[in-house]
T-cell receptor, first 117, second 114 residues
Framework: AQTVTQSQPEMSVQEAETVTLSCTYD???????LFWYKQPPSRQMILVIR??????QNATENRFSVNFQKAAKSFSLKISDSQLGDTAMYFC??????????????FGKGTKLSVKP | DGGITQSPKYLFRKEGQNVTLSCEQN?????MYWYRQDPGQGLRLIYY???????QKGDIAEGYSVSREKKESFPLTVTSAQKNPTAFYLC?????????????FGEGSRLTVL
């Protein structure tokens, strides 16, 4: 069975600083996708960034980037130049790809990030 | 605009009553999902449907029921058999097999049992 672990229940960072959120996962599959979702206080979940396991290059989206270590099964999220609007719950998620069909998305328990002015 | 609409946003229920949460999407997505979110628990899958007229149990299906009579609609009924129904419920959809796997979410429904 696949699992996703986020070991930091809560984190805080000063505005304009950089913060890294950790995520590890366990799977025997070789083909899969990883995601980071953001859930602000408004509660709407939105996709932050996505990584395909077969790609060695780390994904980046503006101030958000990942450090994907496939051998270590690690998928951390780095937020640069943190802004007050980054305050949210962040969920790491995994989905296996079975030759064109996919399993269900599996979520970690989340990290609550607070950006302080 | 395309998206997922959940209603109601807030719902109060007395013990022993069934309640139905609505989820409608106009994204033309094949797959739809219901998640339950509790503090410190992350998101847990209740039911999912890959195609119209078919659905599967997720990890915590007991006390819940769903239907998928139309592609755009996937209502969730919380029955009186659900022991602890107070929670935040999220509906999501995905384009289906062959897509990258990204889920699109509604804004959620908060159910409180009095």
């Amino acid at each position: 069975a696949q699992t996703v672990t986020q070991s930091q229940p809560e984190m805080s960072v000063q505005e304009a600083e950089t913060v890294t959120l950790s995520c590890t996962y366990d799977t025997s599959e070789n083909n899969y996708y990883l995601f980071w979702y953001k859930q602000p206080p408004s509660r709407q979940m939105i996709l932050v960034i996505r990584q395909e396991a077969y790609k060695q290059q780390n994904a980046t989206e503006n101030r958000f980037s990942v450090n994907f270590q496939k051998a270590a099964k690690s998928f951390s999220l780095k937020i640069s130049d943190s802004q007050l609007g980054d305050t949210a719950m962040y969920f790491c998620a995994f989905i296996a790809n079975y030759g064109g069909s996919q399993g269900n998305l599996i979520f970690g328990k989340g990290t609550k990030l607070s950006v302080k002015p | 605009d395309g998206g997922i609409t959940q209603s109601p946003k807030y719902l109060f229920r007395k013990e022993g009553q069934n309640v139905t949460l609505s989820c409608e999407q106009n994204l033309n997505h094949d797959a739809m999902y219901w998640y339950r979110q509790d503090p410190g628990q992350g998101l847990r899958l209740i039911y999912y449907s890959q195609i119209v007229n078919d659905f599967q149990k997720g990890d915590i299906a007991e006390g819940y029921s769903v239907s998928r009579e139309k592609k755009e609609s996937f209502p969730l009924t919380v029955t009186s058999a659900q022991k602890n129904p107070t929670a935040f419920y999220l509906c999501a959809s995905r384009a289906g097999q062959g897509s990258v796997g990204e889920l699109f979410f509604g804004e959620g429904s908060r159910l409180t049992v009095l």
